[in-house]
């Protein structure tokens, strides 16, 4: 491997893990968050999780922003629209993830976490592959 596509792959790998460490930022919050909103604030399930995910997704942008892929482009309201609504398609993608293990092995406890690990995995590497493509792209 050559010095250039070494040095691609450390740079890859590192995002990757940068994003990876933002995405656990994001969901403490968003679960703190949902929590906080139902309990103290009595909002609704639906209510609460809705203004968490908002929340943990504008918190996410701002950290994969800064830190991730150290973007110097100025902040937009359309980079942190397509940032939430494409984190949106990857909690899709999660949930029809987990449905289709949880629909292949059963709802046995192993069986839930099993799909919750492949859901998390396959929608975290689509927010990445979404993110550094189309959210926080150097042109």
């Not at 691609?8 to 790998?13: F, G, V, W």
């Not at 930022?25 to 906080?36: E, I």
């Not at 399930?45 to 908002?54: K, P």
């Not at 690990?117 to 150097?138: E, I, K, P």
Request: glycine fraction near 8%; include cysteine; charge should be positive.
């Amino acid at each position: 491997m050559g010095a250039l596509s070494q040095l691609r792959a450390t740079m890859l790998r590192s995002q990757l893990v940068r994003f990876g460490m933002v995405g656990c930022v994001g969901f403490a919050l968003d679960a703190s968050l949902t929590l906080l909103f139902h309990r103290q604030l009595e909002l609704g399930e639906a209510s609460a999780r809705v203004l968490a995910f908002l929340v943990a997704a504008t918190a996410g942008w701002w950290l994969n922003r800064q830190f991730t892929f150290r973007t110097q482009a100025p902040v937009s309201a359309s980079s942190w629209l397509r940032y939430v609504v494409l984190t949106g398609a990857g909690a899709a993608i999660n949930i029809a993830c987990y449905l289709a293990v949880v629909h292949v092995l059963g709802t046995r406890p192993l069986h839930l976490l099993a799909g919750v690990a492949v859901g998390s995995v396959v929608a975290m590497g689509f927010n990445f592959w979404v993110s550094r493509r189309w959210v926080f792209a150097t042109r």
